[in-house]
């Protein structure tokens, strides 16, 4: 049993550490923006709440998966993996403000942790493929889910830093709001149902739409001059 598990654990660890755990990583983005948005809805109901924690569970297992074999260096990621997740769970069972603060200040710093370990794989030494353009864009949406908390946590301490034109019912209403309007500012839609009113909404709103404007550029500059130095290969 005991070799049954040490196999399995470094079959794990191999997998998150090599580049197709960035596909595994995009298919889980996806479907959590895409089921994060619709259960907006049923926001106070415990099963979307469930499914929902699932999800964000997921991609904490598989952070803390990734540093296992390494975690007296990563410990600190370990420690945020977990209080994000603990603290999701006191939010849900006890409904107090404090408790959903703390559970997106934790979740902003593990999904920064995160989004720090998709950089360095899709930038280590060798030929940029598939699943490194993948990398890319699950960092786009991990940005995106980022100023979402941002901005939830901004209009929970000092309400009215935003303008809704749909009112929120419970904080994971809000959150789920401004998910959406934070991908409409990446994206530069702005549909003006949401629009920021506070001196601080608006820097913040103006820094990710520059982020969305120049990361695809840069990205794209970035993975193009890695393929041409390493078609080039080493020089004589």
């Given at each position: 049993?005991k070799k049954?598990?040490n196999?399995?654990?470094?079959?794990n660890?191999?997998f998150?550490?090599?580049?197709?755990?960035?596909k595994?990583?995009l298919?889980y983005?996806?479907?959590?923006?895409?089921?994060?948005?619709?259960?907006?809805d049923?926001?106070?109901?415990?099963?979307?709440?469930?499914?929902?924690?699932?999800?964000?569970?997921?991609?904490?297992?598989?952070?803390?998966?990734?540093?296992?074999?390494?975690?007296?260096?990563?410990?600190?990621f370990?420690?945020?993996?977990?209080?994000?997740?603990?603290?999701?769970?006191?939010?849900?069972?006890?409904?107090?403000?404090?408790?959903?603060?703390?559970?997106?200040?934790?979740?902003?710093?593990?999904?920064?942790?995160?989004?720090?370990?998709?950089?360095?794989?899709?930038?280590?030494?060798?030929?940029?493929?598939?699943?490194?353009?993948?990398g890319?864009?699950?960092?786009?949406?991990?940005?995106?889910?980022?100023?979402?908390?941002?901005?939830t946590?901004?209009?929970?301490?000092?309400?009215?830093?935003?303008?809704?034109?749909?009112?929120s019912?419970?904080?994971?209403?809000?959150?789920a709001h401004?998910?959406?309007?934070?991908?409409?500012?990446?994206?530069?839609?702005?549909?003006g149902?949401m629009?920021p009113?506070r001196s601080?909404?608006?820097?913040?709103?103006?820094?990710?739409?520059?982020?969305?404007?120049?990361?695809?550029?840069?990205?794209?500059a970035?993975?193009?001059?890695?393929?041409?130095?390493?078609?080039?290969?080493?020089?004589?």
């Amino acid at each position: 049993m005991k070799k049954f598990a040490n196999s399995l654990f470094q079959k794990n660890h191999e997998f998150w550490n090599h580049e197709r755990s960035l596909k595994a990583l995009l298919i889980y983005m996806c479907i959590s923006l895409f089921v994060w948005i619709p259960l907006a809805d049923y926001a106070d109901q415990w099963w979307s709440f469930l499914i929902s924690d699932i999800l964000f569970n997921l991609i904490i297992l598989a952070g803390v998966f990734s540093v296992l074999t390494r975690w007296k260096k990563q410990i600190l990621f370990i420690t945020i993996a977990l209080l994000a997740s603990l603290f999701r769970i006191i939010s849900f069972l006890s409904q107090l403000e404090w408790a959903h603060l703390m559970s997106s200040v934790f979740a902003i710093l593990f999904m920064a942790h995160l989004a720090n370990m998709v950089l360095q794989h899709i930038f280590k030494d060798g030929p940029v493929n598939f699943y490194r353009i993948q990398g890319s864009i699950v960092v786009f949406m991990i940005v995106g889910i980022v100023y979402a908390w941002l901005y939830t946590l901004l209009e929970t301490l000092y309400p009215g830093s935003f303008t809704i034109t749909e009112p929120s019912q419970s904080y994971k209403d809000l959150f789920a709001h401004f998910l959406y309007f934070s991908f409409a500012t990446m994206t530069t839609l702005g549909f003006g149902d949401m629009i920021p009113t506070r001196s601080l909404a608006k820097s913040l709103v103006i820094f990710q739409g520059m982020i969305g404007l120049l990361y695809p550029v840069i990205m794209i500059a970035r993975l193009v001059s890695m393929e041409v130095a390493h078609s080039a290969g080493p020089t004589k």
